[in-house]
């Protein structure tokens, strides 16, 4: 939450997945990341800070990443 009380930055990117997100939009804004300073992307969360919450096309995809920490 502290996260989301910040507003986005070079560094903190939020995407809304209301509608599902396109994987080729996703990869796109964890490449862009990557090639800067590096940062935070918080998927489900809209641009003025509201949790939207997971599309659920994603939500296995959260149990994966969440294995892998």
């Given at each position: ?15 809304s ?11 796109a ?24 919450g ?16």
């Open positions: 939450m502290a996260l989301i009380r910040q507003s986005e930055s070079m560094t903190l990117e939020f995407k997945d209301a509608k599902c997100l396109p994987d080729r939009e996703l990869v804004a964890v490449v862009a990341l990557a090639n800067s300073d590096g940062g935070k992307l918080l998927l489900g969360v809209e641009d003025d800070g509201e949790i939207s997971l599309h659920a096309n994603h939500h296995l995809a959260l149990s994966i990443l969440r294995q892998c920490q």
